[in-house]
């Protein structure tokens, strides 16, 4: 067996376990405590190497095929960057209406980019990968003016956003590694993502659990003695968090989409790239900000998986009900 043949079975082993990557990285956080703290600094490398990695399948060309009919992506835009800050501000301030660090919170959650590890669950389930990954590309381009942007519309007046350094933060760690790995993609001419995506992969979902550990570490004692209050965190994030999900599912029922753009819109309607929202929360806020964020990070992808299931399900159904028919 070569290095390449044995690192894509370590990769196809992790991905069977994603649904339980992140809530054993809280975990070790959690029991390791402030001895991962002194890591913190590594944080935003570790990420942007992850970035660069997920950005090595995107291009040009798929982002400009996309713009040229961009309903879908205008759709999954809204739902994103509308209605579920809306519905994160609105959870928090019916929930937690004297607390202004858990509705920035819950704020925060959902106005952070589309996560990349939905190309994961789009591919197992055989979604629209071009709508992805150009959503996926073009979320991560407007990050530094969006997440900013949407904070301060919302909480701007009760919470001291640091609008600069945030947009600087998620320049550096987020925009300028996608695309020096959409150049190299489109350079090479999808050379390089079919030579380097293969043995990088493993590290991708190995660098999820590094940066969500140390994450997890710095506001262990919050976990390590959870109360009433961190309970109805977790509770109403898992609420809200499934509401993304169904509202991707109604928009592409209501419109009629294929399966593939159905599946696409779903997973990245309900999906987050909460590793970078744990980040933000972290070093551009007080602790408590960072307490939704985290506890998404518990159920994420075990949701993705639970929507999958379901996904996967419906198809069977249609695929027998088909044969009965043709029968």
């Given amino acids: 067996m070569n290095a390449l043949s044995a690192l894509a079975k370590i990769n196809a082993a992790l991905e069977k376990i994603m649904p339980l990557i992140t809530p054993a990285a809280i975990g070790v956080g959690v029991l390791c405590g402030s001895r ?36 879908k992506l205008i759709w999954i835009f809204v739902i994103l960057h509308v209605v579920m800050p809306c519905i994160g501000w609105a959870a928090g301030r019916l929930f937690f209406p004297d607390d202004p660090y858990t509705i920035t919170g819950y704020v925060l959650l959902f106005v952070i980019p589309t996560g990349v590890v939905s190309v994961v669950w789009v591919t197992i389930y055989g979604g629209n990968l071009a709508l992805t990954l150009a959503l996926i590309l073009i979320d991560t381009l407007l990050s530094p003016l969006v997440v900013p942007g949407s904070l301060y519309a919302l909480m701007g007046a009760t919470v001291r956003i640091e609008a600069w350094d945030m947009m600087k933060g998620l320049l550096w760690m987020i925009v300028v590694p996608s695309v020096i790995g959409m150049l190299l993609n489109q350079w090479t001419k999808g050379k390089v993502a079919s030579a380097w995506s293969p043995p990088l992969a493993p590290l991708v979902k190995i660098g999820l659990f590094a940066v969500v550990a140390v ?8 976990l390590r003695h959870a109360d009433g209050h961190m309970a109805k965190i977790i509770v109403v994030t898992l609420g809200t968090a499934v509401t993304g999900y169904l509202i991707g599912w109604g928009v592409s029922a209501l419109f009629r989409w294929n399966r593939e753009d159905s599946v696409a819109v779903q997973f990245n309607s309900g999906m987050r790239n909460l590793s970078a929202g744990a980040v933000l929360a972290i070093q551009y806020f ?41 029968g």
């Avoid at 590594?42 to 713009?67: C, D, H, N, Q, Y």
């Fill in 215 to 222: 994450n997890g570490s710095t506001i262990s004692a919050d």
């Fill in 36 to 71: 991962l703290t002194p890591l913190e600094w590594l944080v935003p490398w570790i990420f942007a190497v992850m970035t660069f990695v997920g950005s090595l399948k995107s291009s040009f060309r798929e982002m400009v095929r996309v713009l040229l009919r961009p309903q």
């Fill in 286 to 326: 007080p602790p408590a900000v960072s307490l939704p964020v985290i506890s998404g990070m518990l159920f994420q992808q075990l949701l993705a998986a639970a929507f999958g299931f379901r996904i996967g399900r419906s198809g069977r159904k249609r695929r027998a009900s088909g044969a009965g028919l043709s």
